[in-house]
Nanobody, 124 residues
Framework: VQLQASGGGLVQAGGSLRLSCAYS????????IGWFRQPPGKEREFVAA???????AVYADSVLGRFTISRDNKNTVHLQMRSLKPEDTALYYC???????????????????WGQGTEVTVSS
């Protein structure tokens, strides 16, 4: 599975950005795409995940109500980010796995496939 993340950039606090993760390769009956982020000098953390087939989404508490994860019909998962805060500044990664169970989607170590990061900077 290949993943290509895009859409990062510089935005003012309160603004919006949409990240995209294009995936290709094998198809699976159950397939999760997750977004993680790594703020400068900090550990990688979970942001959101989507069961691509079932459409069920899971969010970190810190982004609930501000971020929305969704997929289109072109093998791309989007992360719509609204009301951005300076603390959302990070390198954002998308990841994929076909063997996850819902209770594991928040763990970066559970994902087998990773895309390159896309940088998001939110200025105050």
């Amino acid at each position: 599975v290949q993943l290509q993340a895009s859409g990062g950039g510089l935005v003012q606090a309160g603004g919006s950005l949409r990240l995209s993760c294009a995936y290709s390769g094998r198809s699976f009956s159950r397939f999760f795409i997750g977004w993680f982020r790594q703020p400068p000098g900090k550990e990688r953390e979970f942001v959101a995940a989507l069961n691509v087939n079932a459409g069920r989404a899971v969010y970190a508490d810190s982004v609930l109500g501000r971020f929305t994860i969704s997929r289109d019909n072109k093998n791309t998962v989007h992360l719509q980010m609204r009301s951005l805060k300076p603390e959302d500044t990070a390198l954002y990664y998308c990841a994929a796995d076909s063997t996850l169970i819902l209770s594991s989607v928040r763990s970066a170590s559970a994902y087998d496939y990773w895309g390159q990061g896309t940088e998001v900077t939110v200025s105050s």
